[in-house]
């Protein structure tokens, strides 16, 4: 059986709302009085327990994101709600899933909070770069139709920051820095992995191909993940001399796990319903503004919408949901098969969504779902011993001082105090009388060491 990794990736929604028949969209202009702050207290604490209750379970990673403005995400800075989950865990991984990037008014900004990030997690951040829907263009009033340009520009300019020794100038068409030279560095080398999630755009896939970055499917059918991901293995191949690994594609699915079939689909029911016809609600002059897409994207979406007949995505129906594999739910032997399905015949290597918490669904049964995901399905797709894969990595960041000291090693500059007779001082001596005397009796200025012996 082909194995899978299991990423957790809830969106933290704010499910308060009048019913959708009653608001012309629950993005961009969904009135924020509408938001009580002590309620989203207690929505935030309930969803930071389920991201970190992965570990225990054996995910493989927990993922965040970035939405503004709408009530299907409440995650307008994914860093943030990153940095609490790292605080919280030791060894899973955790992925920016991602920062949308053309809406960052300085790329470094990012590049520093990613690196930040890794190197307090001990080496365990994945950083997703997207573009962001197009609603988001209307909420931070960004041109769309400069949406690509700016996005690959600044993804170049955060590699090339993270890669190559600053400080250096960099002058583009959107970014002009004359030093950029990020504190801190990321932990892991090149940098952190790269996922780009993408709707089907051949852009997107064969950007990813070419980099060999994951590649992960947002929500959409079956047949759609499957054109994406056939296209690239085919770039991969026949573009760019390679053949795709397993861990490249990615597919984001709503995942329901119960007792039964007929339990799981009682309990999942409203909940997938509220996610796609509730919180997917937006007109399409919101979610696909001029310029956002290019012509032959544009052209390729519509071509797929109207050749298999799909609805506007807030229109389907649950049956439809299920029959076309935007979830997947049953009892533990039902979605064993279907995952086991999409392995074989898609190869997919990575699945987003992986049971957790959906629409307006209790903390308890999103509790439940994880655990029924954890206990029955993902030991069908591991090896024998049952770790994710964080388990059988060796650690970047070292959790004794016991293990940094007998690996580490002394730093390349040792750091020293300027001294007033113009002597700089070993500041692990500083504060024994009979030792700073003797090193300022020299009278050299060599009272520090300057390299490690």
Do not use: C
Not at 60 to 67: A, I, K, R, S, Y
Not at 161 to 188: C, D, I
Not at 279 to 292: D, N, Q, S, T, V
Not at 349 to 368: L, S, Y
């Amino acid at each position: 059986m082909n194995k899978l990794q299991f990423y957790s990736l809830m969106f933290m929604p704010y499910p308060f709302i009048p019913p959708a028949e009653e608001l012309p969209s629950t993005w961009v202009n969904l009135p924020n009085s509408y938001y009580d702050p002590k309620i989203g207290h207690r929505l935030y604490s309930e969803y930071l327990e389920l991201n970190v209750l992965t570990e225990k379970l054996g995910y493989d990673g927990v993922l965040v994101n970035e939405h503004h403005q709408t009530a299907y995400g409440t995650m307008p800075s994914p860093n943030i709600m990153a940095s609490n989950i790292v605080a919280r865990t030791d060894r899973i991984r955790v992925g920016v899933i991602g920062n949308a990037l053309p809406l960052h008014g300085n790329p470094m900004r990012v590049a520093e909070e990613i690196a930040m990030l890794d190197v307090i997690s001990g080496g365990r951040i994945i950083s997703g770069f997207v573009r962001g829907t197009g609603n988001e263009y209307h909420s931070y009033g960004i041109d769309p139709s400069t949406s690509r340009d700016r996005f690959w520009e600044a993804h170049d300019l955060i590699i090339k920051s993270w890669t190559e020794p600053g400080p250096f100038a960099w002058e583009g068409k959107y970014f002009n820095l004359p030093y950029v030279n990020p504190w801190p560095r990321p932990l892991q080398e090149p940098h952190p992995p790269i996922w780009l999630p993408g709707f089907a755009s051949l852009e997107t896939i064969d950007e990813a191909a070419k980099r060999r970055y994951t590649f992960m499917q947002v929500f959409s059918p079956r047949a759609v993940l499957k054109k994406a991901l056939d296209t690239y293995r085919r770039l991969a191949e026949e573009k760019y001399g390679y053949e795709a690994k397993r861990d490249q594609l990615g597919a984001a699915i709503v995942i329901y796990v119960a007792e039964t079939d007929e339990q799981a689909h009682r309990e999942a029911r409203p909940h997938v319903q509220w996610l796609f016809r509730e919180g997917l609600k937006h007109p399409p002059y919101f979610a696909i503004p001029p310029g956002y897409q290019s012509k032959q994207s544009f052209k390729n979406f519509l071509g797929t919408i109207i050749e298999k007949g799909i609805p506007d995505i807030y229109d389907l129906t649950y049956d439809f949901l299920i029959e076309h594999g935007y979830a997947i739910v049953g009892s533990p032997d039902t979605v064993i098969e279907q995952l086991t399905k999409l392995t074989d015949e898609l190869g997919t290597g990575v699945v987003t969504g992986a049971g957790g918490q959906w629409g307006a669904m209790p903390h308890w049964m999103a509790i439940k779902n994880m655990t029924l995901m954890a206990e029955e399905v993902m030991p069908h797709f591991r090896d024998s011993d049952g770790k994710p894969m964080w388990a059988k990595e060796e650690r970047l960041g070292k959790h004794t001082l016991t293990e940094h000291a007998a690996t580490v090693g002394k730093p390349a500059i040792a750091p020293s105090i300027p001294w007033d007779n113009g002597a700089r001082v070993d500041p692990r001596i500083a504060h024994l009388p009979e030792l700073l005397d003797e090193a300022l009796a020299s009278g050299d200025g060599a009272a520090v060491e300057r390299t490690p012996t």
